[in-house]
């Protein structure tokens, strides 16, 4: 699941994530309406499809009237393969 958080500034605004496995992303989440408000919004995405032993980039994208703000990279690394297989 990914995380961030944006300050809507009072603009009604929307945001998604961005996400593959290089700062290029590729992928990203549906948009979510986060409202007008003054206060921070925390928007979740849960993402799946994801490759075992690999490391994902993201970032938060949020646009409203006054234009888009994009969060900085962020990184995690999925978990590894289980290659134990029984027969």
């Known amino acids: ?4 958080t944006v300050n809507p500034r009072g603009s009604t605004t929307n945001a998604l994530f961005e996400y593959g496995t ?4 590729g992928l990203s989440t549906a948009p ?5 408000g003054f206060s921070l919004v925390a928007p979740t995405a ?3 499809g994801l490759t ?4 994902y980039h993201f970032r ?3 646009s409203n009237s006054g234009g ?3 969060g900085a990279d962020a990184t995690f690394l999925t978990t590894a393969c289980d290659n134990n297989v029984a027969s």
């Not at 979510?32 to 007008?36: E, I, M, S, T, Y």
């Open 1 to 4: 699941t990914l995380s961030g």
């Open 22 to 25: 290089s700062a290029a992303y």
């Open 32 to 36: 979510q309406n986060l409202g007008a």
């Open 46 to 48: 849960a993402i799946t």
């Open 52 to 55: 075992c032993g690999t490391r």
């Open 60 to 62: 938060i994208s949020a």
């Open 68 to 70: 888009t703000s994009k």
